[in-house]
């Protein structure tokens, strides 16, 4: 099974030339071979999840520059498993897609080679089992996405935020270069399973301490953290495709760096806590712009930026296996949601209002949270209460009460006074299945993951101030939300959506900085 893991990246390696080789059109054999991936990395992926089982690793070294260097190295566990699974479906989702998509672009040939190349590179990084393979297959990621935002070159949209990118991503191949010489310098090799070995055992020292904060900042600006986000709202100059390529392990490959790293991450606690702060704030920040505009795929790619933010967050607070359920979550309904964009557009166009909406009152704001949280409380009791059922770290717990202030939201819609009992009675059930889907997935994760991912460690002064501070700040966010009706026509408040809906000029600064307004249009 190891050298199967082989086939679906040269697969696709060998499909982007035939793309490459016909620039007006991609060939029906250079699609079968593109699409024959699902059938190659789909049941490698289950496969290595039930035969490795819980836990379990392999690695397999093709080539070597030493024992300690080696140059192209596969690992298979659980997590490059799922990564690798995620990664085809979406892949070979988005390439069936872009095919009918982009017929008749005179570029479709040389679109579905780079798109080929992306997919492969990708699947190169999620089964790293060597430094080198890793930063190799990160950089080349990178750079063939750069081809696919400027599949549109004349557009000077697609130009400044292609050089965004571009400007991000050197950025972030720099943070990684440095994390694996200090890496190599700390452990003395190159090899994956030897590292997170040692650093599981609690070695490496200040060396493996300032490593951990170049793979965080390598993390933070592969997934267009605050205030380097810019890029990621203005790639809807690219075709649809590229937009839901971005989650099969690209975007958000931040994520699966630091659980990838998770054990060296755990040796620098203060570098943890900042990527709490960072992600937090660009959770909010993101969920905030989002609501303010008026475009779906606009308001799609700030959900990403809010989203990525979360995940970075959960692995700042050391909930590994969580952040690895977010992203395989996330990336499906996310995908979903580009490619399916245009028909959503046309049926909110063609439906009607039934009639005026319900607007909760602060006293049926206030009845919504103490029941969501009633709710969520007594389902911790119940599942606590299960023989073997995982018990929840108090980082989880937070989360978890993260998670439902959303649920609060709608439940507030149900209670208000003009809602008919049906709709309340709807919102009481989607919070409690809300509450005992949380539940059984972080069990489930965290049964799968066991002995793969280092387990949450006990919070300290500061983990538990910076909960806090979280809970509150999106405890905050989520009844300002839903008391949003009230007061929407305020002046104030119509200022603020103004602010809001422009990223609070963050990104207006970032293209100055640029240069990014002084693009001239090509000749």
């Known amino acids: 099974m190891p050298f199967a893991v082989l086939a679906p990246p040269a697969l696709l390696l060998f499909a982007s030339t035939l793309g490459f080789a016909q620039p007006g059109r991609i060939g029906r054999s250079a699609l079968a ?117 400027l599949f549109y070159p004349e557009r000077v949209a697609a130009q400044r935020a292609a050089r965004k990118k571009f400007f991000t991503a050197r950025a972030g191949d720099a943070a990684l270069i440095g994390a694996a010489l200090l890496l190599f310098a700390a452990y003395g090799t190159a090899d994956l399973a030897a590292i997170l070995i040692s650093s599981d055992a609690g070695t490496g020292g200040y060396t493996a301490m300032a ?33 839901a390529l971005l989650h099969a392990g690209v975007i958000n490959a931040g994520g699966f760096l630091l659980i990838r790293f998770a054990d060296v991450m755990l040796l620098a606690p203060g570098v943890l806590a900042v990527l709490v702060m960072i992600g937090g704030f660009t959770a909010l920040f993101g969920g905030l712009v989002m609501l303010t505009q008026p475009a779906i795929k606009t308001s799609l790619a700030w959900s990403t930026i809010g989203q990525m933010g979360f995940m970075i967050m959960q692995c700042g607070l050391a909930l590994f296996p ?11 309904y996310k995908a979903h949601a580009f490619l399916a964009s245009g028909g959503a557009v046309e049926q909110i166009a063609a439906a009607q209002r039934p009639g005026p909406v319900a607007i909760p009152r602060p006293a049926a704001v206030g009845r919504a949270f103490l029941a969501a949280l009633a709710i969520y409380g007594l389902m911790t009791f119940a599942f606590a209460a299960i023989p073997g059922f995982h018990s929840k770290s108090p980082q989880a717990v937070a989360l978890g009460a993260i998670l439902i202030f959303g649920v609060a939201y709608l439940f507030a819609q149900g209670l208000a006074d003009s809602a008919p009992r049906a709709l309340t009675r709807r919102m009481a059930v989607y919070a409690v299945a809300a509450s005992i889907g949380y ?53 104030a408040a119509a200022g603020l959506r103004v602010h809001l ?5 963050a990104n207006a600064m970032f293209d100055r900085m640029l240069g990014g307004w002084i693009l001239k249009r090509p000749i």
């Open 322 to 332: 969580l952040a690895l359920l977010h992203i395989v979550l996330h990336s499906l």
């Open 439 to 491: 539940f059984t997935l972080h069990g489930i994760a965290l049964t799968l993951t066991a002995g793969t991912l280092p387990a949450t460690p006990a919070p300290g002064p500061l983990e538990w101030t910076l909960m806090v501070l979280a809970v509150l700040s999106f405890g905050l966010v989520a009844v300002a939300q839903s008391m949003f009706p009230l007061w929407a026509y305020h002046p």
């Open 33 to 149: 071979l593109i699409e024959l991936l699902a059938l190659l990395a789909l049941p490698l992926a289950v496969g290595t999840m039930v035969t490795l089982g819980t836990g379990g690793a392999a690695t397999l070294t093709l080539a070597a520059a030493g024992p300690a260097l080696p140059l192209l190295a596969f690992r298979l566990d659980l997590i490059s498993a799922t990564m690798l699974l995620l990664v085809s479906f979406i892949g070979w989702i988005v390439v069936r897609y872009a095919r009918v998509y982009l017929d008749g672009e005179a570029r479709q040939g040389t679109f579905m080679a780079w798109l080929a190349t992306t997919l492969a590179m990708v699947m190169l990084l999620v089964t790293a089992g060597s430094l080198v393979q890793l930063v190799g297959a990160w950089i080349a990621t990178s750079l063939a996405l750069h081809k696919l935002l």
């Open 211 to 243: 490593a951990a904060g170049l793979l965080a900042l390598a993390a933070l600006l592969k997934s267009a953290q605050f205030p380097l986000h810019g890029w990621l709202t203005e790639v809807m100059e690219a075709p649809t495709p590229v937009s």
């Open 501 to 505: 809906s422009n990223g609070l000029y």
